[in-house]
């Protein structure tokens, strides 16, 4: 039998007293499993170049019959050109948790390779699979595995699907049209729950809405157990039921009665399953969300909550928000749904103050308030889902990761996870996690980073932002930087391809790591060159794909020098930063050589001031640049800029300008803003607002009477009590249990505390700073419980700190912002 759909999970199966692999394939016929009988786990372990490799040989041999099926020698490489050969004994075992024992058996007699891979992801790497692509399979009339195909998307000689129902395209120009969520059944949900103390409690606090929206169907709504009157039913799917119980049972239901392959949630993994999960154990019932009836099984790793649901996917939207918010595709610094759904898709979703969530709830009056409240949580959380999930599927081929897994991951084991699959193929041993003592040696010493010249403070014009196309990863890929190519004993990589620190790189045998990265590089430049044309879904998947390439090559130099990476090297990381300050300190050297006036200059960033010469000469500087620089290395114009405000900031040797603290304007008018307080979330909304204002009015209209006009405006509307309450919250992270002076967010915890609610340490709270007190601290309440604020506190601490950096490059003081003092002329400045 040939069965054809898209592979959707890779999970271990118990058959007998063995472990197979289960394949989970989704096709237009619905799911299909299929059982690998064959695959067993394995490892190797040193043999030839071992002084103990007679007690090993004799000793692995007595355990044939103990968990072990075959033994076999085998040669593995160190190195991606293959000049380093190793010779090794080839472990085949039962099942992988006899692998854990014979790891520890051997670990201080020789060395142990591979033996911490897990049994699944050494599948799929074997395998050379791509979840979420689509692939073949030849099967017995039982089911059982005889011969697979996967489609290697990334590989533009083989042909590639893109249509379930019909057979595999030959036109590798269609390959982005891979749009595989059409396939699946998805369901968005969210829980709501009665929390008279805002922290919910799980043994107390019942769950009284369960909302969802159905994407395929395209359709909201919502499981709740009282009544609800005035609700739309051609809007929301309304099911009310008796009590807790059956509302839970219900939702499993509707997983069930719907078929869905992929649940999705907004923190779903450390939150809602969680929490479901208890209130089903504290009310005594079972919650089957699994295809089988299993429930889902909850697993928490440092900070990361993985959830298993037997035959179906979970997504959590909560970690892909992360991922892109780590690699600045996201501003916003509370990852709240509101807050996410607001910067991504440009909407407002409805919202509820959380003190009065219960009493909206007991009120027959305003109950539809809430569950419409649920909906939209529901609704946004699908909204966002869809946005990202063109990009979750292509990291999921990309780095040969299940779409759960994805949902779960960070940018570091995504290129752990691709370099593992890379090594496999070409045989080379797969390093070991870091464990014990060298971890600690790792970690000893800080690497030096990048290269920052600040500005002095002021306000410029004509200005032009060059900066390098992936500045590191390009230095990687040039220097062949990689843990197995350092230390080269040819003379000529000695004195041609030394680092600035003295640490040198072969020049003739490619490492993995530049290999690996040369060849996602070359990618997303064709991607990014097809992008030029492309239109409609074609479109929308050609940059989901481009922005997983990115997502992941700007994680290879991080991963270098993460302690805990497979791959770690202090000395490639830090030849890299060093690299990375050569090149940037030698253009701006240039530039300066050439009449242009290096401003400021950060990592992989340079700004230059024109002065007297034209664009023209600008674009020729850059040309002449790129071609002294190695060949994959290009200095790229972002743009030229009409004027530019650089703020002060403190330093021991006097002040200078901030690093990533500026505001520009281009000739078009677009606005670019680095580091101001309008990005934070520990300022006021009326201070970030403010500055922003005034940041338009220097830039935009390049007057500072009217930004001195918005400040007093401001500070007039404080004083008369205009300002709307949401504008006056300081949101900040509750970081420690106790502070020997007490700060504003400690001492509106702990009054909150006093009122009887539950707020644990990490969690984002908003305070404001009210009237009643002497002190900040004292003033400080949580903003559900303010009723009133200080004006003095807001004008001093929050608007003034926020605009006097700007307003005093043109000369104001606070004296005459607060006073109408005397005006300093903008054009003295530009």
Not at 51 to 72: A, C, F, Q
Not at 154 to 183: A, I, L, T
Not at 553 to 573: D, H, K, P, Q
Not at 578 to 600: N, S
Request: hydrophobic share 40%; charged share 30%; net charge neutral.
């Amino acid at each position: 039998m040939k069965v054809k759909g898209v592979l959707f999970d890779v999970k271990t199966d118990a058959l007998g007293d063995e472990s197979a692999i289960k394949l989970v394939i989704k096709n237009d016929k619905g799911i299909v499993e299929i059982h690998d009988k064959h695959f067993r786990p394995y490892f190797f372990v040193d043999f030839v170049d071992s002084s103990h490799s007679s007690d090993i040989e004799r000793m692995v041999s007595s355990w044939v019959n103990s968990g072990i099926i075959k033994i076999e020698k085998y040669t593995k490489y160190i190195d991606y050109s293959k000049t380093q050969p190793r010779q090794l004994l080839k472990i085949t075992c039962k099942n992988p948790a006899d692998v854990t024992v014979l790891r520890e058996s051997l670990r201080n007699i020789t060395g142990v390779y591979e033996a911490d891979i897990p049994f699944t992801r050494r599948y799929i790497i074997d395998k050379q699979l791509r979840p979420t692509s689509y692939i073949e399979a030849d099967t017995d009339e039982e089911g059982n595995l005889i011969a697979i195909h996967s489609f290697d998307y990334f590989n533009e000689d083989e042909p590639f699907f893109h249509d379930m129902n019909k057979d595999v395209n030959n036109d590798v120009n269609q390959d982005v049209r891979q749009d595989v969520k059409q396939f699946f059944n998805i369901l968005c949900f969210d829980i709501e729950v009665y929390a008279p103390y805002v922290v919910p409690r799980e043994k107390k606090d019942p769950i009284i809405i369960i909302s969802y929206y159905d994407v395929n169907r395209k359709k909201v709504g919502a499981i709740t157990w009282k009544s609800i009157d005035g609700i739309d039913s051609s809007l929301i799917e309304l099911t009310v039921v008796n009590d807790e119980k059956e509302m839970l049972k219900r939702f499993c239901e509707l997983v069930r009665e719907r078929n869905i392959d992929i649940l999705v949630g907004y923190n779903s993994a450390s939150f809602d399953l969680p929490y479901l999960a208890k209130r089903a154990k504290v009310l005594g019932i079972d919650f089957p969300l699994g295809r089988d009836g299993s429930e889902p099984q909850l697993k928490k790793t440092g900070m990361t909550t993985r959830v298993s649901i037997e035959g179906r996917a979970h997504f959590d939207v909560f970690y892909i928000v992360r991922l892109l918010a780590a690699a600045q595709a996201l501003k916003t610094q509370r990852y709240t749904l509101e807050e996410v759904y607001a910067e991504m898709l440009g909407k407002k979703k409805l919202d509820l103050e959380e003190h009065e969530m219960t009493l909206i709830w007991d009120n027959d009056e305003r109950r539809k308030e809430f569950i419409e409240y649920a909906c939209s949580d529901a609704e946004a959380t699908a909204e966002i889902f869809e946005n990202v999930c063109p990009l979750a599927f292509e990291l999921s081929r990309l780095s040969r990761l299940t779409l759960s897994d994805i949902s779960g991951t960070t940018s570091g084991q995504l290129v752990e996870s691709l370099l593992m699959a890379k090594a496999a193929q070409l045989d080379i041993i797969i390093p070991n996690k870091p464990i014990g003592e060298e971890l600690g040696v790792r970690d000893e010493e800080p690497i030096v980073g990048a290269y920052v010249k600040l500005p002095d403070p002021g306000i410029y014009s004509r200005i032009a932002v060059f900066d390098f196309r992936s500045l590191y990863p390009s230095i990687i890929v040039s220097h062949n930087i990689d843990p197995q190519t350092i230390k080269c004993p040819h003379e000529e990589c000695r004195k041609k391809n030394i680092s600035p620190i003295g640490h040198h790189f072969c020049m003739f045998n490619e490492g993995l790591i530049p290999a690996t990265l040369k060849d996602l590089l070359q990618k997303r430049k064709e991607l990014k060159r097809r992008l030029r044309t492309a239109s409609g879904e074609e479109r929308v998947l050609l940059n989901a794909r481009v922005a997983a390439l990115k997502l992941t090559t700007n994680t290879f130099y991080g991963y270098l020098r993460y302690v805990r990476s497979r791959w770690y090297s202090r000395e490639a990381a830090e030849s890299v930063t060093a690299w990375g300050r050569f090149y940037i300190q030698d253009v701006a050297k240039k530039a300066d050589e050439r009449g242009f006036t290096t401003l400021y200059q950060d990592t992989d960033s340079i700004f230059v001031l024109l002065n007297d010469k034209s664009e023209e000469d600008a674009i020729r500087f850059m040309n002449e640049v790129n071609a002294a620089l190695p060949e994959t290395m290009e200095l790229e114009l972002e743009d030229f800029y009409t004027r530019g405000v650089f703020v002060a900031k403190k330093h021991e040797k006097g002040e200078k300008g901030a690093k990533k603290k500026y505001a520009l304007i281009s000739k078009d008018g677009r606005i670019k803003i680095r580091g101001f307080e309008l990005v934070r979330r520990d300022w006021s909304k009326i201070a970030r607002d403010t500055q922003s204002r005034v940041l338009q009015a220097i830039l935009v209209d390049g007057s500072k009477e009217k930004a001195v006009s918005i400040v007093r405006e401001v500070i007039l509307n404080l004083r008369e009590g205009k300002v709307n309450k949401e504008d006056l919250v300081i949101y900040t992270q509750l970081r420690k249990k106790s502070y020997e002076v007490l700060s504003p967010e400690i001492a509106a915890a702990e009054k909150a505390r006093k009122r009887g609610m539950r707020i644990s340490m990490g969690a984002i709270i908003g305070y404001i700073i009210t009237r009643n007190g002497r002190s900040i601290s004292e003033k400080a309440e949580l903003s559900q419980f303010a009723t009133d604020y200080d004006p003095n506190y807001y004008i001093d601490n929050q608007v003034m700190p926020a605009i006097l950096k700007i307003l005093g490059q043109l000369g104001y003081s606070e004296e005459d912002i607060l006073h109408m003092g005397k005006q300093a002329s903008l054009d003295e400045w530009i």
